[in-house]
C-alpha cells in the first residue's frame, strides 16, 4: 500500500487572495534556504500567473510579472533567492526542454515555478509543492500537494497559516 502524500485545500475568493497566497509562499521559500520547485496546475485563466506574481513580489520584484508563454522562462535572478518562471504551455516535445539546458535552472539554490508541468514531464525533477488551481464559485480552489521533505515542511507552516485565518 503506498503512503498518500501530504496534503491541503485552500479557497482563494479572487485574484487579491491569489496574490497574497503567493506572498506567502515566498516567505516560505525564502526561508528554505535551498532551491524550491513548485508546479503550477489549473486551466487556462485559473490564476496560475497571478499566484506567481504574488511569489515574485514577496521576493522582492517591483515590475511586471508576464507569463513566459513565447519565452518558455523568465528569470528573476536579481532576486533572493533567484527564482525562474517557466510557461511550458507551447512547448512541444520535453526533450526540447533539455536542448535549454534545463536541468541547470535546477541547481543553485533557486525558485523554479513551473506552469503546465505535464508538458516536461519525465524530464523535469520531483516538486516540493504541485499546485492545482480549480474554479471554485467565484474563487479558486488551491489544491497543494507536498512531493518531498522540503515540501512536507513547506506545507506545514501553509497549514497552520490557513488554520490560523479565520474561515469567509
Not at 490564476?47 to 513565447?70: D, F, I, N, Q, W
Request: glycine residues 12%.
Amino acid at each position: 500500500m503506498q503512503a498518500t502524500q501530504p496534503e491541503l485545500r485552500l479557497f482563494l475568493a479572487d485574484e487579491a487572495e491569489t496574490e497574497a497566497f503567493g506572498l506567502r509562499l515566498a516567505d516560505l521559500v525564502r526561508n528554505t534556504g535551498r532551491g524550491v520547485t513548485i508546479f503550477l496546475e489549473g486551466n487556462l485563466g485559473m490564476g496560475k500567473t497571478t499566484l506567481s506574481r504574488g511569489v515574485m513580489r514577496g521576493l522582492g520584484h517591483e515590475g511586471a510579472v508576464k507569463s513566459p508563454t513565447y519565452t518558455l522562462v523568465e528569470p528573476y535572478e536579481h532576486l533572493a533567492p533567484a527564482a525562474y518562471h517557466f510557461d511550458l504551455y507551447r512547448l512541444g516535445d520535453p526533450e526540447e526542454l533539455e536542448y535549454m539546458g534545463i536541468r541547470d535552472y535546477f541547481e543553485g539554490g533557486a525558485l523554479c515555478l513551473i506552469e503546465w508541468p505535464e508538458r516536461g514531464q519525465g524530464v523535469l525533477p520531483v516538486p516540493d509543492l504541485q499546485i492545482t488551481l480549480v474554479r471554485q464559485g467565484e474563487g479558486r480552489s488551491a489544491h497543494i500537494v507536498a512531493g518531498t521533505p522540503s515540501g512536507r515542511h513547506m506545507l506545514t507552516a501553509l497549514n497552520t497559516v490557513a488554520t490560523d485565518t479565520p474561515a469567509p
